[in-house]
């Protein structure tokens, strides 16, 4: 048996809120290894930890991997204790192997339903007892399946249930049986785990971070540094008790958000009806949802009866959902495709009907518990997120290696330079090893987020709630954002434009308000065709239907009771709701004075299926028909042919040109004396009637052209991704300002391989877009590259996969150029923001509903417009239900990043500057004192680093974007040429000192603080001092991307005190503080001016030399080494198709064998 293997993901159906994919599933194509405790590896590893006081687990701790390695051996997987995993990002994680007993008789019963499956899952290792084998890994159940050899998440056991069979649960299941479910799915509980202070104080203090604290404060302790160690133990325990603290609180909040138990009623295989609790639920549940609803604790399937339910929890979508019964087909069930048909955990459902005895409550049945539902695995994205593939990140680790070899040149110098003197070696050792404290500031990972935590409280305050901290940053560097249309550009609601009946023989005039339709079934499908229900009387449902049932002035009534009064009215169906035209009144006894239509059965609105239909039965029973609305091009190509006028696409056309949402109806009757209910949505929606068009008018939002002109100017590149018509899209985009409007517009359309043809590509110039100086064939002789001209192309879903299949090659450059992205399915906009990051674009997405979730998690900075405050949905909630959020994050994003190098810089200067003084006065043999060092490290720095970051954003949004890694030329030679200023100013102020005709040299005899006070140490020190204020100055950057230094007045403030403070020190320090802080009370007044002139003439060229490099003087050593390409993908095919005559070929059919342009 192998001893590597691969965990195999299901292709379980997850709803769109969370796709399970490999970029939003860290765990999703895992490597596994295998691997055996060895007893004598295990005793020789505790004998290392006892001898090394602790050290060997510290390293264990930090690489668990080589705590494995160094206690196991590798074994085949069926028989490992432990398992090392590797998921797809490349990070390792060991967990451990459980076995636990199954019940007696539980092989045999499982048997009875999933044969194959289940035996595989129990017949695992048996000798006498039956024994399950798995491992939890970011609380994801993973079982041995002996027959595939690997382990697989538990949700395997039910991927392959088809929809008929979850009608099998709906008898329940035994006390038995659901016992060995719960064995082998676990406890259905989203637990986050709340660690107790003392775990977290463990875990918090074996931070590298933390560690490296430890060994300073050894380090200071043993040198005689009681005071300064003493006070950086406490500022460590105030931050470790407030990190605690923090922690905490996070996670009890997160822990009472997540979990979620309460009393549920589920049936018996007896037929006995009785609550559980919600802990105790297992896939194959049958689950009785009362009247009044719940908020679910599980996904479910629903099976009868009709539920409304508020999804904002998952999707941040406002608006109620109607889940309808799941129809009893042979397809698989997948939660991601039947989700109008599925209950999700962690939703309220408000209301059931129609399900139970008497027309109230509904019945489900459980799909997936725990971490394996669709609130599970959003909350799993939370605790384990992935990680953030950011410059700014890596290259903080790298410069802190680079300070690293700093410390070891520094320890090197100090052991050559006292190992000449008569030190003693253990004052040798400390000296060499406190210079690595010194070089490598402990503090500098915790100081750079400052710039993170002020810019997340700004944008709290502002409606923006955020709860992924680190992609602040990242909102700095996007370069690219999309934008959904409805809702999101555009406002939610929409007003009826008008409605045009189709005949074979052509259209009819265009009927302002659908109350003057003459009767008939184009009125009936407005009236009927939509998922309303009713909430304590009032209508719940889409805008847009709500707005569509209103203009025909019909009102919707729901049985009350069992309805068996009102179905028994239309012809004995099941009536869900009924529809009746205005000036009915209905009797005493529920029935109707004159006709009236009823709503027997519903399908549901599918962003896949750009459809919806319904079945309805007219008063008596005589007769039932057929509706179904949606997307014109789909409705149409469900209807008989002759029945669709032939100007449709005409009309569709000039519909949509206008900016018009246009939806199409179509209606087919019905045999009455059939099954209605347990129809197949299959079966109604072909060979339809085309009725006609709905046009509705969907105003822009005031705020939307203003930031979409604000992003252009900030050269970030919009892109629109709707499920509306393409044509309706290129109004909106015009509209919007996405487009100009001397701009052209080139639809992309590509046909996929079929038995008839094979597939096409084409480029066609949009209609009246003729250019007025050039002829078409000029253009295309030219490129439009060429012309002057700027152009856009527009693309629907259908065409996009079909560019994705067959011309992979064709794909970058439609992306280079596609501002309209119509007609796009949930998981088609998720593919289309992992293709534009595949071209280096740092991509934003903005949208406001469950159909956008996944490409909200999937771009490098995703904001939901939502009332929640903090949605799962995505990183970024914004309170303001408009897109004037995106430039405000971006803004925010870029200050934080910026506010993130100067603090960077800072930090390494600071320790630069305190390296250098050490190096020098060492090379005196002597040091700085204690206090000198407390007062550099805890006044003036700390304080300095705490405050830079206050200042707020620019209002406006600069051309350029702020620069991301620390390894940049600008960064690393601003930090070489301000590390010589600093060397060359504390060498000229102990230049200066020895020079002076009353310089006493310091005794040559004793080293370190026995020489103190010094003169030597009094210029360095006083000259020191004053670079760390210089240095908060030089690097502290405000425009383009921050506000004037002028803003933040705290640090303005603190820096004009501190050269006061500084300037009296050097000029009249007083007895008191010179005793206190070991400095030479030196009385001559022209040296210390001068020294303060020095320390002036410091300041002034490190400011010029910062302000050249700002402008870029260090580019003339880039033009030495010649111009290299970008590393960007976009930037060199941005370059290479500027230089193309050819692209895009307007008017011509291209195959997939066609060649094209090529770049590396």
């Known amino acids: 048996m192998d001893r590597r293997g691969s965990v195999v993901e299901p292709l379980s159906g997850l709803p769109s809120p969370s796709p399970r994919d490999p970029l939003l599933s860290p765990d999703s194509h895992m490597d596994v290894q295998g691997y055996k405790w060895v007893r004598w590896r295990v005793w020789l590893c505790r004998l290392g930890a006892l001898l090394s006081l602790g050290l060997l687990l510290i390293v264990f701790h930090w690489r668990p991997r080589l705590a494995v390695l160094a206690r196991c051996c590798p074994c085949p997987l069926a028989l490992a204790d432990v398992l090392l995993l590797r998921d797809s990002f490349g990070q390792q994680h060991v967990v451990e192997v459980l076995v636990e007993e199954m019940e007696e008789g539980s092989l045999e019963l ?243 009907k129609g399900g139970r005895p008497g027309g109230s409550g509904a019945v489900a049945v459980v799909t997936s518990t725990g971490f394996f539902t669709a609130k599970g695995s959003l909350v799993s994205s939370i605790l384990y997120p992935q990680p953030v593939n950011f410059r700014f990140y890596k290259d903080a680790v790298k410069f802190l290696l680079i300070l690293a070899f700093v410390a070891l040149i520094g320890t090197i110098y100090i052991f050559v330079t006292l190992i000449k003197t008569n030190v003693t070696w253990p004052q040798l050792i400390i000296r060499c090893l406190d210079i690595i404290t010194i070089a490598v500031p402990p503090a500098l990972p915790a100081a750079i987020t400052t710039g993170t935590i002020y810019a997340q409280r700004r944008l709290k305050n502002q409606g923006v709630f955020c709860i992924s901290p680190p992609r602040i940053n990242v909102c700095g560097k996007v370069s690219l954002f999309c934008f959904d249309k409805t809702g999101t550009l555009t406002e939610e609601g929409m007003d009826v434009w008008g409605v045009m009946e189709g005949r074979p023989a052509g259209f009819s005039e265009l009927v302002p308000e659908p109350t003057l339709l003459p009767p008939g079934p184009m009125r009936t499908g407005l009236a009927c065709c939509h998922t309303i229900t009713l909430l304590q009387g009032q209508p719940l449902g889409d805008p847009l239907e709500l707005k569509m049932v209103e203009s025909t002035g019909w009102t919707l009534l729901e049985p009350e009771g069992n309805g068996d009064v009102l179905d028994e009215e239309f012809g004995g169906h099941k009536v869900l709701a009924v529809m009746r035209a205005p000036n009915q009144q209905p009797q005493v006894q529920g029935t109707f004075t004159s006709e009236a239509v009823a709503i027997v059965k519903r399908f549901p609105f599918s962003s896949a299926l750009q459809r919806m239909s319904v079945v309805t039965v007219a008063r008596g029973g005589h007769s039932a028909l057929a509706f179904i609305k949606g997307s014109p091009e789909m409705v149409a190509s469900l209807c008989r042919a002759e029945t669709v006028p032939a100007e449709f696409s005409n009309q569709l056309h000039n519909f949509s040109s206008e900016g018009l949402r246009v939806l199409a109806l179509a209606y087919k009757p019905l045999d009455v004396k059939s099954d209605l209910k347990t129809i197949e949505r299959s079966d109604i929606e072909n060979d339809m009637q085309f009725l006609g068009l709905l046009m509705l008018k969907n105003l822009i939002k005031p705020e939307s052209a203003k930031v979409i002109d604000i992003l252009k100017l900030a050269h970030i590149r919009n892109v629109m991704v709707t499920g509306d018509n393409i044509l309706t899209a290129v109004n909106v985009a015009k509209s919007c300002g996405m487009v100009e409007s001397e701009d052209k517009v080139i639809f992309v359309s590509a046909t996929p391989h079929t038995a008839q043809s094979l597939p096409t590509l084409r480029f066609s110039l949009e209609d009246g877009g003729a250019i007025a100086t050039q002829s078409l064939t000029d253009v295309n002789n030219g490129g439009l590259y060429q012309t002057g001209f700027g152009y856009h192309l527009a693309i629907n879903g259908k065409s996009f996969a079909a560019l994705c299949d067959h011309f992979p090659e064709y794909l970058p450059k439609v992306l280079m150029k596609a501002t309209i992205f119509a007609r796009m399915a949930p998981d088609q906009k998720t593919q289309l923001v992992k293709e534009l990051q595949k071209l280096n674009y740092r991509v934003g997405m903005c949208g406001d509903g469950a159909n956008d979730c996944g490409a909200l998690r999937a771009a490098d900075v995703g904001v939901s417009l939502s009332e929640a405050e903090a949605s799962v949905a995505s990183p970024f909630t914004s309170k303001t239900e408009n897109i004037s959020c995106v430039p405000l994050l971006i803004r925010e994003g870029r200050c934080s990043l910026v506010t993130s190098f100067s603090v960077f810089r800072y930090m390494a200067l600071y320790s630069l500057i305190q390296y250098c003084s050490v190096l020098i006065l060492t090379t005196v043999k002597t040091t700085m004192a204690d206090l000198q060092f407390l007062f550099c490290d805890l006044i003036l720095v700390t304080f300095l680093a705490i405050v830079m970051g206050k200042g707020g954003p620019s209002e406006e949004l600069h051309p350029c974007r702020p620069p991301a890694s620390l390894l940049a030329l600008p960064v690393l030679g601003s930090l070489f040429i301000h590390t010589c200023m600093i060397v060359l100013g504390q060498l000229a102020a102990l230049f200066i000192t020895i020079t002076q005709e009353w310089y006493i040299p310091l005794n040559s005899t004793v080293f370190g603080t026995a020489n103190l006070p010094n003169m030597e140490n009094t210029s360095v020190f006083d000259l020191s001092g004053f670079q760390y204020i210089i240095m908060a100055v030089v690097v502290t950057k405000s425009y383009p991307h921050k506000k004037p230094l002028y803003h933040n007045m705290i640090f303005l403030c603190l820096l004009f005190i501190y050269f006061g403070v500084m300037a009296w020190l050097v000029l009249y320090p007083g007895p008191f503080f010179s005793q206190i802080l070991e400095v030479y009370n030196i009385t001559d007044m022209n040296f210390k001016m001068l020294l303060v002139a020095v320390a002036a003439l410091n300041f002034l060229i490190c400011f010029l030399v910062e302000i050249l490099i700002d402008l870029g003087i260090l580019n003339c050593l880039r033009w030495l080494r010649g111009k290299r390409p970008s590393k960007k993908l976009y930037k060199r095919l941005k370059v290479l198709l500027s230089d193309s005559t050819l692209w895009p070929p307007l008017n011509q059919t291209l195959s997939p064998t066609n060649t094209v342009l090529s770049f590396s």
């Open 110 to 352: 499982m048997g009875q339903r999933e044969e194959a499956e289940w035996r595989d899952t129990v017949q695992l290792y048996k000798e006498e007892k039956t024994m399950l084998r798995y491992y939890l890994f970011e609380g994801l159940r993973y079982i041995w399946l002996d027959r595939k050899g690997a382990f697989n998440r538990v949700s395997v056991l039910n991927e392959d249930w088809t929809c008929k069979d979850l009608y099998g649960f709906q008898n329940g299941l035994s006390p038995l049986e659901q016992s060995v479910r719960r064995s082998m799915f676990g406890a259905n509980v989203i637990d986050v785990p709340v660690k107790s202070y003392m775990r977290l104080l463990f875990e918090e203090v074996l931070n590298p971070f933390y560690v490296f604290q430890v060994f300073s404060i050894t380090v200071w302790t043993i040198d005689s540094y009681y005071f300064y160690a003493v006070c950086i133990f406490i500022i460590s325990i105030i931050s470790i008790s407030i990190s605690l603290y923090e922690t905490r609180k996070q996670s009890i909040t997160l822990h009472n958000m997540a979990r979620l138990v309460t009393n549920v009623k589920i049936r018996r295989d007896s037929g006995v009806e009785e609550c559980v609790s919600s802990v105790d639920l297992v896939p194959g549940d049958c689950l009785i949802i009362p009247q009044e609803g719940l908020l679910l604790p599980c996904d479910a399937a629903l099976l009868a009866g009709e539920c409304l339910v508020n999804e904002s929890m998952l999707t941040g979508e406002s608006v109620p959902v109607l889940k309808t019964p799941l129809p009893a087909a042979d397809r698989t069930y997948s939660s991601d495709t039947e989700r109008r048909h599925t209950v999700f955990c962690g939703t309220q459902l408000i209301q059931a």
